[in-house]
């Protein structure tokens, strides 16, 4: 089955400086990868996703970027804030978003003041 | 616009005792699907339902769990007989259809003593 590995574990960054967040995925047949944002003692809340047509998305601050061939996709935050401090999870998907989902282990994501 | 509604938020079983935990998907969507997090890790998926149906439970534990999405009503996970090891938050998802964004509900915080 498809097996999601994500890097770092943690992550520490001066407020205002990037953060970038990378996942590697297994099977080539997945076609959805989302970013999703979890704070503390929350579900997670989608930020940014990207279809497997599309090499790159990007949405105000946040960026994704894919790569098929290498099957690796990453996350980029630019001008990071304090409230961007939160765990992040990217995910792949054979569908269209649809049907399950499998998540990588997750970042922890910090920004200092 | 009311977005998924997991209720209780916090449940504690002692062990051998039921465990009910419910899901109102948003207004709309037909598609519910249930996941776990163990504590420092990812979200592993258990089981997707339609109404009135199962389409994938391919990560759902052989014995001891069900989980329905009636005509009416929420969604239900049953897990019988709990043991210390399903002490996890249990989330709930939504979408609209094939092909949609999922929504995450707050979660199900399980304590089995």
């Known amino acids: 089955g498809e097996n999601v590995e ?3 574990s943690t992550l520490s960054v001066q407020e205002g400086d990037s953060a970038v967040i990378k996942c590697t995925y297994s099977d080539s047949a997945s076609n959805y990868f989302p970013w999703y944002k979890q704070e503390l003692g929350k579900g997670p809340q989608l930020i940014i996703d990207i279809r497997s047509n599309v090499g790159e998305k990007k949405d105000q601050r946040i960026a994704v970027t894919l790569n098929k061939t290498a099957k690796h996709f990453s996350l980029h935050i630019t001008e990071t804030q304090p409230e961007d401090s939160a765990v992040y999870f990217c995910a ?11 998540f990588g282990q997750g970042t922890r994501l910090t920004i200092n003041p | 616009n009311a977005g998924v509604m997991q209720n209780p938020r916090h449940l504690v079983r002692r062990r051998g005792q039921e465990a009910r935990l419910r899901c109102s998907p948003v207004k709309g969507h037909s598609h519910v699907y249930w996941y776990r997090q163990l504590p420092e890790e990812g979200l592993k998926f258990m089981v997707y339902l339609q109404k009135e149906n199962i389409i994938d439970e391919s ?3 052989k014995e001891r769990f069900s989980a329905e999405f009636p005509k009416e009503g929420p969604s239900i996970l049953r897990i019988q007989q709990v043991v210390r090891g399903d002490s996890a938050a249990y989330f709930c998802a939504s979408s609209a259809g094939t092909g949609g964004e999922q929504f995450f509900g707050p979660g199900t915080r399980l304590t089995v003593l």
Do not use: F
Request: charged share 10%; hydrophobic share 30%.
């Open chain 2, 59 to 61: 990560g759902m534990p």
């Open chain 1, 92 to 102: 792949a998907s054979k569908y269209q978003g649809a049907q399950k989902l499998v």
């Open chain 1, 6 to 8: 994500q890097h770092p």
